[in-house]
């Protein structure tokens, strides 16, 4: 049976490898906080030292962590996932980075005679706990349709992009509506609020209508409950954001709404909210406004 190696064991890569172990798959973790490794270690999973020997001991290395910085140093860094690589392998990386930083790995990979997939993923914590994630992948089709079995582990819809960075950007294209959305739901919210309407039916009747969406659906209940514990921080939106504003701005697009989230997201991080929800912005235009639930 083919090994299946899983580097990151955050909000997300934590569900999602267990799922995998789960499956009945022979899975080998790191993450370079030994202790996350805990649940999916006693669900079953084998723990390696380093990222260089998950891939020495894997077919398939799949990585999930924050960002680019975090990928160059699994894989590119001092025992990384690059160094453990040999011919025929496939490296995944499902966390959502910039192009560039995606090309740099990429590089690593095919140098040591590898394929490597970008395949982030659309969806929550929550989703990914369900494995009914959104998977956007792109790269070599022949090792995109190995993986794929994988792929319908942890994830609900497939989708193949291109043999390049396409994902990359489809992903970003998610997240700055994701983003933008939050931020018109926020002022719909608040400007009913002050006027006197009631929150939970305002929520209501936004998720019911015309720009109703699964998004404005699911938010509703946070909103209207005020609690914003993270299903998505605002940290990584922020992160998703500014690499948004760099396709655009790499392409000539301008994206006015993507930069004002970004700065409304950026306040409310100064203001101690980063590790809240991204629908914080709520709460955020609540204090400006001097609304006090
Ligand atoms: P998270 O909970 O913050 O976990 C981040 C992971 O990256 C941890 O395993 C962390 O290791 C690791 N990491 C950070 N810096 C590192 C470094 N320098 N070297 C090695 N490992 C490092 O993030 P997450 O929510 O799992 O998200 C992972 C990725 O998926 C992100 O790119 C995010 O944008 C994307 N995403 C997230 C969601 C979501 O709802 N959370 C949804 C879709 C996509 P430690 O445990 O040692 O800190």
């Not at 992903?171 to 926020?186: D, P």
């Not at 993270?230 to 709404?257: C, N, Q, T």
Request: net charge negative; aromatic share 6%; charged share 20%.
């Amino acid at each position: 049976m083919s090994k299946i190696g899983w580097i990151g064991l955050g909000n997300m890569g934590i569900p999602m490898s267990v799922n995998l172990v789960k499956a009945g798959k022979d899975v080998v973790v790191w993450n370079r906080t030994k202790s996350k490794a805990d649940e999916v270690v006693a669900a079953g999973a084998a723990w390696a030292d380093s990222p260089k020997a998950v891939a020495e001991a894997c077919d398939f290395v799949f990585t999930m962590v924050a960002d680019g910085p975090a990928l160059h140093d699994a894989v590119l860094g001092a025992d990384g996932a690059a160094a453990g690589l040999s011919p025929g392998k496939i490296v995944i990386d499902m966390s959502t980075i910039s192009v560039a930083e995606s090309a740099k790995v990429n590089e690593a990979v095919e140098a040591a005679g590898c394929k490597f997939l970008r395949a982030p993923v659309t969806g929550s914590t929550a989703l990914a706990a369900a494995g009914t994630v959104g998977v956007l992948a792109s790269g070599d089709k022949a090792a995109y349709e190995k993986t794929l079995p994988l792929f319908e582990i942890v994830g609900g819809n497939q989708f193949y992009l291109g043999g390049g960075d396409e994902a990359r950007v489809m992903k970003l294209s998610l997240n700055l509506m994701i983003a933008t959305t939050m931020q018109m739901q926020a002022e719909a919210v608040v400007m009913a609020e002050k006027a006197g309407l009631d929150v939970a039916q305002v929520c209501d009747i936004i998720a019911g209508s015309a720009v109703g969406s699964p998004l404005t659906g699911y938010k509703s209940k946070v909103i209207a409950e005020g609690v914003y514990a993270p299903a998505f921080p605002i940290r990584l939106m922020i992160k998703d954001l500014k690499l948004a504003l760099g396709v655009g701005e790499a392409y000539g697009v301008k994206m006015e709404s993507t930069e004002l989230t970004k700065n409304r997201m950026e306040l409310a991080q100064s203001k101690g909210y980063g590790d809240n929800d991204f629908s914080v912005l709520v709460k955020l235009l609540e204090e400006d406004s001097g609304v006090n639930r």
